[in-house]
C-alpha cells in the first residue's frame, strides 16, 4: 500500500460527460502529479501540484483540469469526454523526506468512455 | 529526441535465471535522478529502485540492483534469481534537475518480463 488514495477505481461513462476523479496523497506530501496511462501513449505526465499551487503542467488538454484543495487531496476534472480518453489515471506524491524523490502512485482510476 | 529509451518491449525469461532490463536516458542536466518502476497486472506502479546522478555507486535493493554507466547514459535494471512474481511491466524514468520542488518524473515506453517456470 503507497498510502496514496485514489477513487474511483473504475469510471465507465459516454463521449461528451464530464467526470472528477479524486487523489488524496501520502500523509505529509504536498507535492501531487497526475499521470495518464493509455496503449498508444504510454506514461504521460499531466499536472503537478504543490501545496495548493499548479506547479508545472504537461501534455494535460484544455478539456481536462485539476486543483489541489487546502486539504492537500486533488481532484483531475475530465469534460467533454472522448473515446481517446479512455486510460488508466493515476495520482502520486512525492516522498520530500527520503530524499531521492520517489513518486508513489495510487492505484489509479481506469476510465473507459463508450 | 526520446528522453527514457527501453528498447526491449517485452523478455521471456527462465525462472531463477538473472535478467538485464536495458534502459539509456538523455539528459544535459548534470543533477538527475534515474528510477525503475514495476507495474503487475493488477495495474498499480512500484517503486523499485533509484540512482542519483552524483551517487558513486550503483543502487541496490534486495534483488534488485541498478547498473549505471553514466559515460553511456544507460541505466539498466539487473534482477537476480528471477521468480515467477516478476513477471510485470518494468518502467525506467528520469527526474531532470534539483530534487525539491520538481519530482516530475519522464517515463519509458517499458519492457514486459515473463518469467517461465
Known amino acids: 500500500d503507497s498510502g496514496v488514495t485514489q477513487t474511483p477505481k473504475h469510471l465507465i461513462t459516454a463521449t461528451g460527460q464530464r467526470v472528477t476523479l479524486r487523489c488524496s496523497p501520502r500523509s505529509g506530501d504536498l507535492s501531487v502529479y497526475w499521470y495518464q496511462q493509455s496503449l498508444d501513449q504510454g506514461l504521460q505526465f499531466l499536472i503537478h501540484?504543490?501545496?495548493?499551487?499548479?506547479?508545472a503542467k504537461g501534455n494535460i488538454l484544455e478539456r481536462f483540469s485539476a486543483q489541489q484543495f487546502p486539504d492537500l487531496h486533488s481532484e483531475l476534472n475530465l469534460s467533454s469526454l472522448e473515446l481517446g480518453d479512455s486510460a488508466l489515471y493515476f495520482c502520486?506524491?512525492?516522498?520530500?523526506?527520503?530524499?531521492?524523490?520517489?513518486?508513489?502512485f495510487g492505484e489509479g482510476s481506469r476510465l473507459t468512455v463508450l | 529526441a526520446q528522453k527514457i529509451t527501453q528498447t526491449q518491449p517485452g523478455m521471456f525469461v527462465q525462472e531463477k535465471e538473472a535478467v538485464t532490463l536495458d534502459c539509456t536516458y538523455d539528459t544535459s542536466d548534470p543533477s538527475y535522478g534515474l528510477f525503475w518502476y514495476k507495474q503487475p497486472s493488477s495495474g498499480e506502479m512500484i517503486f523499485l529502485i533509484y540512482q542519483g546522478s552524483y551517487d558513486q555507486q550503483n543502487a541496490t535493493e534486495g534483488r534488485y540492483s541498478l547498473n549505471f554507466q553514466k559515460a553511456r547514459k544507460s541505466a539498466n535494471l539487473v534482477i537476480s534469481a528471477s521468480q515467477l512474481g516478476d513477471s510485470a511491466m518494468y518502467f525506467c524514468?528520469?527526474?531532470?534537475?534539483?530534487?525539491?520542488?520538481?519530482?516530475?518524473?519522464?517515463f519509458g515506453t517499458g519492457t514486459r518480463l515473463t518469467i517461465i517456470p
Open positions: 501540484y504543490y501545496n495548493g499551487e499548479e506547479r
Open positions: 524514468a528520469m527526474r531532470e534537475g534539483k530534487f525539491f520542488g520538481n519530482e516530475k518524473l519522464t
Open positions: 502520486a506524491s512525492s516522498a520530500r523526506d527520503r530524499g531521492s524523490g520517489e513518486l508513489f
